[in-house]
Each structure stands twice: as structure tokens, then as C-alpha cells.
């Protein structure tokens, strides 16, 4: 076992190096199947499972009970209001939450006081909610936009910053892939899509972004003259770029996934379901997702984008000739 | 300053950053001590407790709303709000199509009624009006019961005063129209007379029937009234427009009896009538001239603002718009503060596993990080006391979120800078060289990384609605504060830094010595340095088509083998530029 800093100085001179470009078609393959399963699974699987923001509904948030018995809230609810189904789960450690079909004014009020006595709780630990249908559905299609957006302009960005489409054409690759592969695991998973979920999704289409940015720096820092020069081929640049760059890329995902896996633990332990915890698990997978992406689908989709330039395939061919006739000099 | 360089240009940048944080805390603290800020910042609704509506425009028969009619829609809930004794509500529009009403506590039925209810505005001329603000009559000095006015006959017009009967006396007598308010309807029968107030003066009505609806308000606007000789004097009026044939005729009959009055007595209060909008009087004007044309006139002691407050609500008032509650939500105070609690520990946590995993990953380094993430906390948290002390923004829980994902996002600030000052040193460069160099790398990565950050959060915040606003725009906020650490703070901090002894010769908790960097000296001399790990291993040469740097450190022996291997392999096609190294971390397990 080798320290780190031993590790990233062979990854810097490319003593050691790991074929994120070569075995390119590997990579692509996973992402592929990973794509695939993740459009495949919620068609067959059911689906996404909604929250009741997208639904609709009457839901009730009973804090500080004494007792977490999901029957008592459910006979509660059926003796307040026969004939509505009421869904009972325990979210935090005494915390209930009650989800009905949308109550009218005076049966919200009601089913409110019966929970309250059942649940032996005063006023101020409980709420009720009702929410419109249309009200997730808001959320979304205002999320669609800032999407279509948000791609359009950061596409624009990155290609005026790098000077070459290119660039954006794989930045957005690895997006797409990391967006699908996110919305795939909370389709198989399924966890509850809520409007916090969208927020957290959101985040993770800049988050994936801003990574693939900082290796795509890298890249065209070492690609900068790569015409002039006959030391390695484009592809084998691109390579140890993203070689150069994985130290920093391990550091930021851990630094950045451990204060979202900390609201997760503590979301999922203590808090039950809340915007919290909808939010630090869209991050969290997508966190790792987009790490993933930029360096095993963005930057090899770059170099298989450009290495059939002619000037590339010219200087590639240079090279060649360069270590034959050192190999020659060597023997 | 006799010395201009890195050394100083750094302090001096330290010191820039001192007096811009010294200036904020100082802004805050004056702010404080006049009672206008807070230390804490201002929660939102989900962390303090509340209610919130958000609440879908409908108007009659019209399709769509404009914005300026939900503006209008706005002024108006405030009002209601505002007056039925709700302070500190909020109320703003989302996505031009929704009103959102965020209320501390909960609204009891009325006020959610009073909320929904489309604007009640009507016309009733004035039967008895109080000279000033007036309470409660006390119960003593009240009309006795054989006292009270008993109608002679049936009413003949609206400003009869035979629709004052002994119940409308009682009522007017115990009405209070300074606070403490009489709790008073807001819808009434338009056929009826009504006790009315007029929030603004405090003066106490007895009110006719309505004799024009609304409705018959054509538009209304405000501007410079016109002298005599046409030319425009400085005060202020309002241009009332009502419908023809409906409003202008029935305005006409109403001005035409009034203006007799008050040509025989101007301050005759039945010379009046009451502009009524949810059963509360906006303003009772005189009626100083007769009315053919339905286009009228109001003058008084308007200010611009008031002109145009008056204005509005008259445009407002012909609009039949009221509100669906789209959805309505509750959270409990101490919910919302569970719920504020829990992140901040999560904050709390994830930050001591960041600042532990610096530590570990950059030794001595690892405090420049954690001293960068204080000072890039305390920039945020000024700038969230600021914006809610002068823009009334509010933190929320995804902005609680935001503010601990981009604990995240801005470490990665340091890593990426840190990183580069270790590839310079990997060149061989020194310690001071090392950090300009990587700096000015570091420099153009880091900014564009955050520039596809702050292009989110502007995207997120102009298109998305409600939760999500407050995320995006937290998310910004710490972008920004993120750029101003790593300029003033983090590379400053580096440039005096890499001027120690402790990290300028490299010590190995320093998380810059270069031994453990594997640096190549510039100079390769006999003194040529090597790792331990940089033995003579056979399988050091396998990558030396990767390896620029490698290939030129290595032996003619390992090139020997470098070169079989390439014939083992056999030359690939020119084109498929195919790195012939090889993944040998299985053999360094």
C-alpha cells in the first residue's frame, strides 16, 4: 500500500496509468447497458413512484407521539372519515406521517382532530398539508425548461471557453448519461420523486458539469500544441490528463459526497422524509454518477471526436515514427 | 511600501479582505443596533412554522390574466391581509400565473375566505359619517333603547336617512374604527345599508345601497390634474371611466342628487360617497360636479403614491378575479425547527469529514482549507444577514441544502489549485515558483468551473418556482463567496506560506514536500534524486509510451525492454493511436 501523494506523482509523470482512453469501447459499453436499464427498469418496473405533490392529496405530520403504532392513525382516520384510505408510515423516530386522497376543508379538520387525540399530541405537533396536483407538475415543467436551458447555455459556454464544439458535444454526452443513469436508480430504487428531488436533479446536471469542466481544463491545457509536438499521440494526451487530474477527481468526490452522505444518514435516520433527505439522495448518486461519466464517457468521447482530424492522424503517425527510431537507437 | 511584490501584493490582498468583512460585520452591527437587523438571519416559512397558499388566479369569463391585473390581484391579498391584523405575511407572485401567501401561524377560516374572495368594490353614497377617527361609542354614553331612530318611511333613494333603523344605530355605535378593530363582514348584502370604516382615516360610516357596482368601472388612472386654464397644476387626482350606458347613467343619477347637496351645504357629509372595496371605504370624495359623461375626476390630498394606490385598486375593482386555493401547507414551528436543527448538524458533520479528510489527504495544507471554508462561511452567512435585512430574503431548508452542498463545490476550489502547485513541484520547480505557476493555471480552470455554476443557480432562480428559488439562488451565493476566498484568501495565504521555513523547504507534514512528491530537481546532476519506490523494477518500463517524463529518466536496459514489448505487441495501425500502457496496479497491490 502506497501513500496517496506516491500515487498521484505516478499518475503525474505516467508511470503509472490507467486506459480511460484505449479501452474506450468498454467504458462506452457500461454506460450503454447502464443507459439502457435505466430507461428499461421503470417501464417495466412499475414506474416512478410519485409523491404526493405530483398526485395530489391531504397529508398530516404528527410530531413528538408516544406511540408509533401505524394503527392507531389508520383506525384514527377511518372513524374521523369512513372511507378514506389512509397511508400510516413511521418517518423518524417520533414522527408519523398520514397521507390521504384530498380532504375537503371541514374533513381535514376533522381527521386532524382525531390523529391529534389518537396520537395524544398538542396543536403545535401537528400539520396538515393539502396539495393540488398541479403543483408538482409545476415544479417540473419549470425544472424541463432550466434544463433545456441551463444545456443550451452552458453548451455555448464550454464551446467558447475551449474554442471547440467538440468539447461541449462530450461535456453534454456525460451529462445525458449521468441524468439517465440518476433517474434510473431512483426508478428501480423507488424512492419518492418529489419536487426536492427535482431541485436535487437540477444540482446534479451543474455538479456533473462543473466536473467534467475541471478535466476538460486539464485536457486542454495538454493539448494545447499537441501539432507541434511528437511526445504523445492525442488520445495518449487526453489519457494522462485524465490520469493527471483523477487525484483531484477522488479528493472532490470524497469532499463533496460526505457532507451529502451526512444529510442523507442523518435525513434517513433521525428525520425521516422531508426535503432534506429528498435531496442529499439525488445528490448522492449523482455525485458518484458524474464523477464516473467525466472520466470513463465525456473525455474518451472527446478524444474518439477528434483523433480522425487529419492534422491529429498526421501527428499521431509522427509519433510513431519518433519511437520507432528511438527503438531502433536503443537496441 | 518600499517593496512591491507577490509578498506584499498578498498582504496587502488579506487586507482588502479583512476590511471588506470588517465593513459587512460593521453594516450588520449598525443594522443591529438600530433595530432594523438581526444577528440571526430570516428563516423561510418550512423552517419557522406557518402556513403557506399558493393560490391559482381565476377570472370570469376571461381566459387568461395579465401580469399587471395579478399585480393588482397582489396589492390587493396584501391588503386584505394586512387588514385582518396578519403581520409579517408574505405574498409574491410565482411563474406569472400564481399568487403565493406565506402566513406565520395558521389563517382561521374567514381569513382564508377573505383571501379567496374576489374583489367586492362598489359605490355607496354616505348617510352619517364621524367628523374624526372614531372608537367604540362607551356603553354608557350610548343611545338609550326608547331613543333609537325609528324609520318614518320607505327609504325613497340610497341616501334616505330612513335606512337607519335601530339595529343599523346599535351597530354603528359599537363599531370601532381605531384598533383595537371590531371584527366587521367583508361580503354584504348590496341592497342593504352598511357600517363601514375607512382604515386609512379612521372615520366611522353609515352607508347606503350600492348604487354602482364595480363592475361598471370602466379603467381609471392617475396623473397631474389640469388647471382651469388647461395648464397642469401640482396636484395629484384620479381619472375614474366608467361604462357606458350602465355606469355613466347610473353615476349620473347618483352625482346629480349628491351635487344638490353640496351645493347647499359643502361639508354635508350625504354630499359624499364611499368608494367601498371589500366592504371597507378606500376614499369618500365630495361630488363636486355633475357627472353626464361617466368620466369623473377625484382630487384631494393626493400624494403621487396615494393617487396611484387609488387608481389601482378602482382598475382592480371592475376585475371579477378571485382565487382556487391550489394547495395549502402547514408546518409546524417546531417542526421547522427539528428540521433546521438536523441540517445544521448534518452541515456540521459533513464539514468535520471534510476538514478531517484535508487534513489526512493535505497535512499542514489541510488548514489553509479549513481556514478558507470558515471565511467563505462567513462571507455567506453576512450576505444572507444583508439580503434579508435590505431584500427581506428569507433562508430556507433547500437553501440550508444548498449551503451544504456547496461545502462541496468549494473545496474543490483548494484541491484544484493544491493539485497544480504539487504538479509544479513534481517539475522540479520551487516551492515560490510552484505556487505562481500553478496559480495562474489553477487561475483559468477555476474560473471556468464556477462560471458553469453561477450560470445554473441565474438559470435555476429565473425559471423555477417556489423550494427551488431559494436552493438556486443559495447556490450562487456560495459560488461567489467561493471566488472571493480562493483570489483574497486561499492563494494570498499560499503565496506568505510558501515563504516559511516550514513549508518554503518542504517538511513532510507540510503536504508540499517535494521527497514525497516525487519532484525531478531541474537540475540533474549527480545529486539527481529517486524515490525509494522509483527502483529498478522491471515492470518501471512498461509505460513508456505514456510517459514522456518516465521515458527520459529511464535506463538503457529498461528501454530494452520497453522496446521488446513494443514487438511482442506488434506496431499498431497508424490512426488508432492506441496507449500501450498497462494497467498494472494489480501487480502493486
Redesign the interface.
Known sequence: ??????F???L????????F??KRKIWFGIAGIAVLLSILFPLFGGGYNFGIEFRGGSQF?I??VAHTDVLIGEEAVAKAEPGTVAVVTNIASD?MQVQTDRLS?DATLKVKDALKAAYGVTE?????????P??GQ??SR??I??FF??VL??TV??AL?FRTWRMSIAAIVGLLVVMVVTAGVYGASNFEVT??A??GF??I???S???T??VF??IR?NTVDITKST??????EV??AVN??L??SI??T??????????L???AL??GA???RD??LA?FIG?IVSTFSTIFVAAPMYSWLR??EPEL?KQ??K??QR??T??AV?? | MARTGPTSTARRTLLWLAAIIIACTLAVGGGVLAGAATWAPKLGLDLEGGTQMILAPKVEGAGNITSEQLDQAVSIIRQRVDGSGVSEAEISTEGGRNVVVSLPGKPTDQERELIKASANMNFRPVIAATQAPSGAVPEAERTPEDKLPVPTAAPVNSSDTNWVDAALMKKFEATSCIPPLTERPTTSDPDKPLVSCEPDSGVKYILGPVEVPGKWIKTASYGLQAGAQGATTNEWSVQLTLQKPDGAKAFKDVTQRLNAKYQANPNDPQARFAIVLDDSVISAPSSMAVITDGQSSITGQFTEDSAKSLSDKLKFGSLPISFEIQSEIQISATLGLQQLEMGMLAGLIGLGLVVIYSLFQYRALGFVTILSLVIAGLITYLAIILLGWAENYRLSLAGVAGIIVAIGQTADSFIVYFERVRDELRDGRGLVAAVENGWARAKRTILASKAVNILASLVLYFVSVGSVKGFAFTLGLTAVADLIVVFMFTHPALQLLARTKFFGEGHAFSGLDPVQLGAVPLYRGAGRFRTPEESQEVHKGKNARAAGEAERRQTIAERRLAAKETQLVGSRGAGTAKSESRDDSEEKK
Open positions: 500500500m502506497k501513500s496517496f501523494a506516491t498521484g506523482n505516478e503525474y509523470t505516467g508511470e503509472r496509468s490507467y486506459e482512453v484505449g405530520t410530531s413528538q414522527t376543508d403545535d405537533h401537528i400539520t396538515s398539508t393539502f396539495v393540488g398541479t403543483w409545476d415544479v419549470q425544472a425548461i432550466g436551458v441551463f447555455l452552458a459556454l464550454m471557453y419536487p426536492s427535482i431541485i437540477l444540482t446536471l451543474s455538479y458539469l462543473y466536473d469542466v475541471v481544463d486539464k491545457e511526445r504523445r499521440t492525442f488520445a495518449q489519457n494522462l493527471q487530474t487525484v483531484r479528493n472532490t470524497m469532499v463533496a459526497v460526505l457532507p451529502v452522505g451526512s444529510i444518514f442523518i435525513g433521525l428525520l422531508g426535503t432534506l435531496l442529499s445528490l455525485i483523433e480522425h492522424v499521431a503517425k509519433v510513431q519511437e520507432a528511438e527503438t536503443a537496441l
